[in-house]
């Protein structure tokens, strides 16, 4: 069963780091672009940051370049999510996907103080 499960969401302070990981329970995914998305709270699921197969291509939200990297290791079939600088309006759910097909259930972040 092909399955991406989310981790490393959580609650921190605002200008706080953290790191999130995306496991993919298949090599396929070595092959494939990959993306994480959040919903914050009443409003519309977007993409935050994109990779290309070889993680040499990303591409990110204007709201949080800067401040979060995606980086990808296809020999562990794990993708993540480095964000700094946290901010009260990065809260949401994250959710990792693979051309927006396959999707995890997602890892919650709040940024509070």
């Known amino acids: 069963q092909v399955q991406l499960v989310e981790s490393g969401g959580g609650l921190v302070q605002p200008g706080g780091s953290l790191r999130l990981s995306c496991a993919a329970s298949?090599?396929?995914?070595?092959?494939?672009?990959m993306g994480w998305y959040r919903q914050a709270p009443g409003k519309e699921r977007e993409l935050v940051a994109s990779?290309?197969?070889?993680?040499?291509?990303?591409n990110y939200a204007d709201s949080v370049k800067g401040r979060f990297t995606i980086s990808r290791d296809n020999a562990k079939n794990t993708w993540y999510l480095q964000m700094n600088s946290l901010k009260p309006e990065d809260t949401g759910v994250y959710y990792c996907?693979?051309?927006?097909?396959?999707w995890g259930k997602g890892t919650l972040v709040t940024v509070s103080s």
């Open positions: 996907s693979c051309e927006q097909f396959w």
């Open positions: 298949s090599v396929i995914f070595r092959f494939k672009p």
């Open positions: 990779i290309s197969s070889s993680g040499t291509i990303t």
